[in-house]
């Protein structure tokens, strides 16, 4: 099953227990809104508790936040369904499908690009830089950047890291 320690920036300016999201729409402001338990009815897009993720299970439309079953290094993997390899552990589907590292995490380490695997593949205060695939710091509010992920705030508007207000 997933595992982790915690998650970079997800709780910046929201009281424990609580995680900034963004406005769906893509517009407006953040918002903090509750960590949802496993077996939490949700929707995409809701912060689930570490460990989780919001999911359907087999055979149903229904989501909630629950655990998904997870390869070790070595192990047998699918790219595109389960098991999935553990991206908390750096681990990442390979050409043999096999579970193999996705780099060290550290920086200037190779790292994963995608929208999950950017926000794991790198150790905290580091993102996974577009250009050559390696963890690097995460940016300071002023500094040019491609993604929000680029930016300590998670926050990149019209190619400059912004502060992160949550409501």
């Known amino acids: ?48 508790a570490v460990g989780t993720a ?6 149903t439309t229904r989501r909630t936040c629950r655990e998904i079953p997870t390869a070790a290094a070595g192990e047998a993997c699918s790219a595109n369904g ?18 193999v590292s996705t780099g060290p995490g550290t920086q200037g380490g190779r790292c994963r690009r995608g929208d999950f695997y950017s926000a794991v593949s790198c150790d905290a205060g580091l993102y996974c830089r577009g250009s050559d695939s390696t963890c690097q710091p995460r940016l300071a509010v002023g500094a040019e950047c491609g993604e929000d992920r680029d930016c300590a705030s998670n926050e990149c508007e019209s190619g400059r890291c912004l502060e992160r207000p949550c409501d």
């Open 82 to 99: 389960l098991p999935l390899c553990n991206p908390f552990d750096r681990l990442e589907c390979g050409a043999a499908m096999t579970c």
């Open 1 to 48: 099953m997933i595992s982790a320690g915690g998650s970079d920036a997800l709780s910046v300016g929201c009281a424990a227990g609580f995680a900034c999201v963004r406005n769906a729409a893509g517009a407006g402001a953040n918002a903090c809104r509750r960590i949802l338990n496993s077996g939490t009815p949700c929707e995409p897009g809701d912060p689930c």
């Open 54 to 59: 919001c999911a359907a299970s087999a055979g």
